[in-house]
């Protein structure tokens, strides 16, 4: 063979590769309404930047009729790009060989590259789209699951992790996304369970449908696994570079640094008017949240899921934040279980990337019942409570409205090393509402009073008692635990200058191997 030969057959091995399991398995694929591993890839990073490793790559197994069958890349294209300018690592599984199913050197590849991730410091996105271990190759494939879970928790808030979840990922192959910082899901062509529907007839007698067990509506509203649902793969995909646009390439880098022509000391005279005058009446509070940050532009996390709680990116005064908002729309905004879980999780990620955190607060309390203390809503609660106290990021607070009982202390409170504490002129920060307050404080009285319209007199009495003494920030502001009260439409431009003030606060606690948060 001469040189010419030589480069000719380069190009042949190429275009082999990138031909994964044929035409018509591609073909399959994109009936299915699905596009292929380098098509996915080509979407996701920035033109002409993708490097693709380990094309050569085939399995070494001769078990099962496999010895003929071997394709270049086996089931995996993995490499590194860029993304606006900034690198990052990639691999989407090819259904297209082996149904994407994951064998030893497939393992071997992707834990090849996050090493390289993790020496570099860059992020590493995942696409699933697999039927799982490879089952000709028996426990080397479980081995090689294990050793990229191991590799997902060593990578964990060190760099950045992304699944995209665009076809079937099922049994232990979950939990790779599942190690990961976010998971997205396809609404049409993806599904995520541990077990099957066939097995999970078998052992349950429970009749179920895919759809109805693993679909991406299915995790992004009840069981709170993935943290976005879009319509296509390249809307998904698209979300992957957005999303990066608000993170750092690691844990020791701080976030970029956007240009902002929005200006900074921008009044929004609507904020004036935006808490109702009955402080039962709820408003949107992601309505404050588009009036206070950079080009009214919220990347909200977990829209779906908890929606009495909203967490999201932002960019404010061209830095990022992560905003935490109860939202009084939803269950007047009360935390549950699942509220805090969504909202501690996303305190740590940010926490872990250097985001600082914006809270605005407008809580009644906890959520009452035996579904929730059944439930374990006081663990739940503590790991938000957690979350907020170990955070060391800039912690800002703005109380909107109510701040009530365990709940005040739990949202970002002066006490859980807030930094700035603001509230607005109509913040009411006490251990209850008034309702309950009277109903503790009165019990005695209220059941010697017999004549009703005597005993609503003597409630409307109390209460109005009780409003003047705690609705209101003034009593909160005496102690010092809030740092000032500030006029509401000027939110945006004291925010600001609080985050630029604090962006180089160090806080950091006792040395320890790690904590013990309650899980
Ligand atoms: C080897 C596999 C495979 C697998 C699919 N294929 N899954 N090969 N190991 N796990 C192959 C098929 O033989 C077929 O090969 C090609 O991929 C496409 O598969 P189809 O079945 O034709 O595709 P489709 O009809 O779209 O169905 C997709 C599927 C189904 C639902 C994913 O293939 C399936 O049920 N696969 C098995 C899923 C599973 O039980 N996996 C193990 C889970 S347990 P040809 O040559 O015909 O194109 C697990 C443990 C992980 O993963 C533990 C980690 C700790």
Redesign the pocket.
């Known amino acids: 063979m001469d040189s010419q030969d030589k480069i000719r057959q380069l190009i042949d091995l190429r275009e082999q590769a990138k031909m994964g399991?044929g035409e018509k398995?591609i073909a399959?694929q994109h009936a299915?309404g699905k596009m292929t591993a380098r098509e996915r890839i080509e979407i996701l990073l920035d033109e002409g930047s993708f490097e693709e490793y380990d094309m050569f790559v085939t399995h070494r197994t001769d078990d099962f009729g496999l010895k003929d069958?071997k394709y270049l890349s086996d089931g995996v294209v993995t490499g590194h790009g860029t993304i606006d300018g900034r690198v990052v690592y990639v691999f989407a599984q090819d259904?297209?060989?082996?149904?994407?199913?994951?064998s030893e050197t497939f393992a071997g590849k992707i834990c090849k590259l996050m090493d390289q991730a993790m020496k570099v410091g860059a992020p590493v996105i995942g696409i699933n789209d697999?039927?799982?271990?490879?089952?000709?190759?028996g426990v080397r494939?479980?081995a090689g699951?294990?050793e990229i879970?191991e590799r997902n928790i060593l990578a964990s808030g060190v760099i950045p992790q992304i699944s995209a979840i665009f076809?079937?990922c099922?049994?232990?192959?979950v939990?790779s996304p599942a190690l990961t910082d976010f998971i997205i899901m396809s609404e049409q062509s993806s599904y995520m369970f541990v077990t099957?529907p066939k097995v999970t007839k078998a052992v349950t007698g429970e009749d179920i449908s895919i759809e109805d067990l693993g679909s991406a509506r299915i995790h992004t509203t009840k069981s709170g696994v993935a943290q976005f649902v879009v319509e296509d793969e390249e809307e998904g995909l698209l979300l992957i570079r957005k999303i990066l646009s608000y993170l750092p390439q690691n844990n020791l880098e701080d976030p970029p640094l956007s240009d902002c022509d929005d200006p900074i000391d921008r009044l929004e005279d609507d904020l004036n008017i935006i808490i109702p005058e009955n402080p039962n009446h709820p408003y949107n509070v992601k309505d404050v949240i588009y009036k206070v940050v950079d080009y009214e532009e919220f990347l909200e996390i977990h829209a779906n899921y908890a929606k009495n709680i909203v967490v999201g990116f932002a960019k404010m005064g061209g830095m990022s934040v992560g905003i935490v908002a109860n939202q009084p729309t939803f269950l007047a905004g009360v935390l549950d279980i699942n509220a805090s879980r969504k909202a501690a999780r996303f305190v740590r990620f940010c926490d872990a990337f250097n985001i600082p955190l914006l809270t605005f607060v407008d809580v009644p309390g906890f959520l009452p019942g035996s579904n929730q203390e059944y439930g374990g809503i006081i663990v739940h609660g503590a790991k938000l409570m957690f979350a907020y106290g170990e955070a060391t990021v800039p912690k800002i607070t703005v109380t909107l409205r109510k701040s009530y009982g365990g709940a005040h202390c739990v949202m970002a409170s002066k006490q859980l090393r807030g930094d700035i504490n603001y509230a607005w002129p109509s913040a009411e920060i006490a251990v209850m509402g008034p309702q309950g307050a009277i109903e503790v404080l009165e019990g005695k009285k209220l059941a010697e009073i017999k004549n009703e319209e005597e005993k609503s007199e003597f409630i409307t009495a109390r209460e109005k008692e009780y409003r003047d003494k705690f609705a209101n920030p003034y009593e909160a502001a005496r102690y010092g635990y809030l740092d000032d009260v500030i006029e509401p439409r000027n939110t945006r431009f004291r925010v600001i200058r609080a985050l630029r003030t604090v962006a180089t606060k160090k806080d950091p606690g006792p040395m320890k191997k790690h904590s013990n948060m309650p899980l």
């Open positions: 399991g398995r399959d299915k069958k259904f297209t060989i082996f149904g994407g199913s994951l697999s039927g799982g271990a490879r089952i000709q190759e494939s479980l699951y294990s879970f076809g079937p099922a049994g232990g192959a939990y099957g």
